[in-house]
């Protein structure tokens, strides 16, 4: 039998206030939910129960299957994929037992970049996915995600997809994919479609519901300081920071989450124009809109109280909480009709969403269905899954140098011991294999943990393959004779078991050899930490041999000595649980690096921000740095190499309100692949332009010598305002450059 709109009305209608509340809330941490008896067995615990009785139900439950630090669950005490069908099951047969209508609950679970659970597959991080440019691979990345987290019970991912890298300060952004609105907004697009299939097609048949965060501007928030302030115009904030937004509504996404920051004082909990006029009466959102943790609770000193601040969330568009008390407080105000209508509204918002998955009593019905989940479906998932994190580890990798060097360095790893010589892997992360993992992450097993120098042993044997994470670590006989040097070097995002959290779960106290990214990790000076330039440069008095430098990152860290005194230069992102292969591989394997550079690279710690989409340029404006930019964003020596540019045009097609632009490219004697980027730099108007605006990109494949057309659309408003009239368009793609004339009101555009 089916569940009606019908079955929703009378639900609505037979509730209680305490009960319609109760459905809106996310209160209990789930890993609190469920423990183990004497005999290991795993029970409902009396915190659950308690919660189910408080409200005649459970509206959604947060992190049933999260494992980390912040959780304290782990291989000795959490939920094993085995288990999780038995974890679900227990919870949503106590919730039918205790509670009223026979209503199930929503089952929520963080997957930023893979589930954050016990086996759940790591992959890299939005950064280095970012830098693959590809939205296809990203596509069947989270797709891979959602069949691992659907065929595990779970109804909702929350998702990082909104945010915008602005700042290298904030600890955040290895969340985003990087300092470009475009790609942002397609990759964003690409994880809803991939997750939740094409306009919400899979959701409950294999497919999971997903929450895009953070939505908005988090990533303008002054001085890179987490949850501050965003002081942005709206035209910035429209062309910045809100077009992954409307790509999300695009593809049908179920849900965002508002974050914690202000937009010109107005918290985004409680911004009436955020979440009701943009997002529900100019996008047509109609699906959910939940709170940040705790993010209700902190409008506190606005509203005046925490049930007040309750209160504003809800009449602001916030349907679901997190953790907070503002919306367990709502029935202080059950005679307020604003909150009884609004409460109303959200509710059916709740319910249409659960309907989706079956969580409803079907039209007849008593109660739903605990539906049955094969632990061996989960298995099969989690083995694609991991495929696809070794894909996307492999073609995040950047060449930031060496691209002649590269091939030298390669032929001389591939020689014998006695005609190789010994490589030495130095640096903090040489044999590290946290560092590749990001913020968000369950432990991985010991024996699925390794290192760049575990690989590069592998590879070459252990007694070619030395290990000097110090540069004392090592005679100077051995540093004078090594054939080449590895040097791993960036930050990571590793929390240990032992480390402090605030009540939100980001990082509160972080020791000295802690974590240097992720959330709660904003820093004020963004250098490589624990004194790296300076191991790297006794490195290089130590040896004449060519240094190979990796660069694990979550952020924009200034890279100009580690450019200065490398040979090589690699750019790893945060590869995830395959990035220390992926590096063996591009070393070793002579894997192609197909990356370009998310995110612009400074020169010096203070000079920022930049980023190549500023209005204003910076170079010559410090007195002391000249160029503060060392790599500008879409850079890569490995993306496209050998491909040109033989002919580009463009003509005004007024029709379609775009710039029709057409590409004639051609590969080289190897072949290539990498993202062809399309710039724009716009001059007339009535604002100050950018210096440069990424309008367009395709992925490409080529094979040796061969000739392809490229096509790309344009929209005019990406290249100008209403009321502009004629605008002259600088285009280039790979070293190739026009200039066209493009006036809207005559429709015409002409080649220059």
Not at 380 to 390: K, L
Not at 408 to 433: E, H, K, M, N
Not at 454 to 481: F, H
Not at 614 to 626: L, N, T
Request: hydrophobic share 45%; glycine share 12%; net charge negative.
């Amino acid at each position: 039998m089916t569940t009606g709109s019908g079955t929703i009305d009378r639900l609505i209608a037979s509730m209680s206030f305490t009960e319609k509340v109760g459905q809106l809330n996310q209160r209990l941490l789930g890993w609190r939910a469920v423990g183990r008896d004497a005999g290991g067995r795993l029970v409902a615990t009396d915190e659950l129960k308690r919660e189910i009785d408080r409200w005649g139900g459970l509206g959604t439950l947060y992190g049933l299957l999260r494992a980390d630090p912040w959780s304290g669950q782990h291989w000795g005490n959490g939920i094993r994929p085995e288990e999780r069908p038995e974890a679900v099951a227990l919870v949503q047969e106590t919730v039918l037992a205790r509670g009223a209508h026979g209503i199930g609950t929503l089952l929520s679970e963080e997957a930023p970049h893979g589930h954050q659970a016990l086996g759940g597959t790591v992959l890299p991080t939005n950064l280095a996915l970012g830098a693959t440019f590809d939205p296809q691979a990203v596509c069947e990345a989270e797709a891979a995600v959602a069949a691992e987290l659907a065929a595990s019970g779970v109804h909702i991912a929350l998702v990082s997809g909104l945010d915008i890298a602005r700042d290298p300060r904030w600890g955040r952004c290895e969340e985003c994919f990087g300092e470009d609105p475009l790609m942002a907004a397609r990759l964003c697009e690409t994880i809803v479609t991939g997750m939740q299939g094409e306009r919400r097609a899979t959701v409950g048949k294999g497919g999971v519901a997903v929450v895009l965060k953070h939505l908005a501007a988090q990533g303008e928030a002054v001085g890179g300081r987490n949850g501050q302030s965003a002081v942005v115009g709206e035209h910035d904030l429209r062309e910045i920071h809100l077009p992954p937004v409307e790509a999300g509504v695009r593809a049908g996404a179920w849900g965002f989450m508002a974050a914690y920051n202000d937009i010109d004082s107005v918290p985004c909990c409680a911004n009436p124009w955020l979440l009701r006029t943009y997002l529900r009466g100019e996008l047509g959102f109609d699906g959910v809109v939940m709170a940040d943790g705790l993010a209700v609770d902190r409008l506190a000193d606005m509203a005046g109280s925490i049930p007040a601040a309750g209160r504003a969330a809800l009449l602001a568009g916030v349907d679901i909480s997190l953790w907070d008390r503002g919306f367990a407080s709502l029935e202080e105000y059950a005679d307020d009709e604003a909150v009884a209508a609004a409460v109303d509204a959200s509710l059916r918002r709740v319910l249409e969403l659960k309907r989706a998955f079956g969580l409803l009593p079907a039209d007849g019905d008593t109660a739903m269905t605990v539906p049955d989940l094969p632990a061996d479906r989960i298995a099969r998932a989690i083995a694609v899954t991991h495929e696809r994190s070794r894909e996307m580890a492999r073609e995040s990798l950047t060449l930031l140098k060496g691209d002649e060097a590269l091939g030298g360095i390669r032929t001389l790893l591939a020689g014998t011991p006695a005609q190789g010589g010994t490589v030495v892997v130095s640096g903090p992360f040489a044999d590290d294999f946290g560092c590749f993992l990001g913020d968000y992450t369950a432990p991985v097993p010991e024996g699925e943990r390794t290192s760049v120098y575990r690989e590069l042993c592998r590879r070459y044997g252990a007694d070619r393959v030395r290990l000097a994470p110090d540069p004392g670590d090592l005679p100077e006989d051995v540093w004078a004779q090594a054939a080449a040097v590895v040097f791993v070097c960036g930050g990571t995002s590793e929390r240990s078991y032992d480390s402090a959290f605030d009540d939100n779960g980001a990082a509160k106290a972080v020791p000295e050899h802690g974590a240097t990214c992720g959330e709660g990790v904003d820093l004020s000076d963004i250098g490589l930490p624990w004194g790296q330039d300076a191991r790297l440069e006794a490195i290089a008095a130590r040896t004449g041999a060519p240094i190979v430098s990796v660069a694990v990152c979550g952020r924009a860290h200034v890279l100009t000595r580690v450019m200065d005194r490398s040979a090589v230069v690699v750019w790893a992102g945060y590869a995830g649980q395959y990035g220390p292969q992926a590096v063996a591989d591009a070393l070793a394997g002579g894997a192609a690096l197909p990356g370009r550079l998310p995110v612009t690279l400074p020169a010096y710690p203070a000079a920022v921000p930049v980023r190549y989409n500023d209005r204003q340029g910076a170079a010559h404006v410090y007195r002391d740095a000249d160029e503060p930019v060392l790599l500008p964003f879409g850079f890569g020596l490995g993306a496209l190499a050998g491909v040109t540019v033989d002919d580009m045009r463009a003509a005004a097609d007024a029709g379609s309100e775009t710039l029709a632009v057409t590409l004639a490219v051609s590969a080289g004697p190897s072949g290539a692949r990498g993202a062809l980027n399309l710039f724009a730099h716009c001059v007339g108007g009535h604002r100050v332009p950018r210096l440069s605006m990424l309008v367009g990109s395709e992925y490409l494949r080529l094979e040796a010598g061969q000739r392809r057309e490229v096509r790309m659309a344009v929209p005019f408003p990406s290249l100008m305002d209403a009321g502009d009239g004629m605008v002259r368009v600088r285009l280039t793609a790979l070293g190739r450059t026009i200039d066209v004339d493009v006036d809207v009101d005559v429709d015409v555009a002409r080649g220059r």
